[in-house]
């Protein structure tokens, strides 16, 4: 196919802000967990699938299947109106509170 690019699973994008390998990674509306390390503007690879156990809100319970939403720096079953872009869906229950959360991301 004369105009395919690439598959899209995993993309470069330069880095809003400083950020660390597998934290999530939100530029604009576009969410994906970073690759690796990288400096404020800095390009950084972003995987937009697969499962990923992401920073949570801690004061949430997850259940699996629970729509799963990111605040800018945090996993989280609020959307705040539709501020917050979905990002996937739990993929394991998560305890009140809790760290983290297991998150099957659907771009």
Do not use: C, H
Request: no cysteine; net charge neutral; glycine share 14%.
């Amino acid at each position: 196919m004369k105009n395919f690019i690439q598959r899209g699973d995993t993309v470069t994008v330069a880095a809003p802000a400083d950020v660390v390998s597998g934290a999530g990674v939100l530029v604009g509306k576009l969410f994906g967990v970073a690759g690796f390390d990288a400096k404020s503007g800095e390009p950084v690879e972003i995987s937009r699938s697969g499962v990923y156990e992401l920073a949570k809100t801690s004061g949430q319970a997850w259940t699996v299947g629970a729509v799963i939403y990111f605040d800018g720096t945090k996993a989280t079953t609020a959307d705040n109106s539709g501020a917050n872009p979905k990002i996937g869906y739990a993929l394991a229950a998560a305890a009140n509170p809790s760290a983290t959360g297991v998150v099957l991301l659907s771009a």
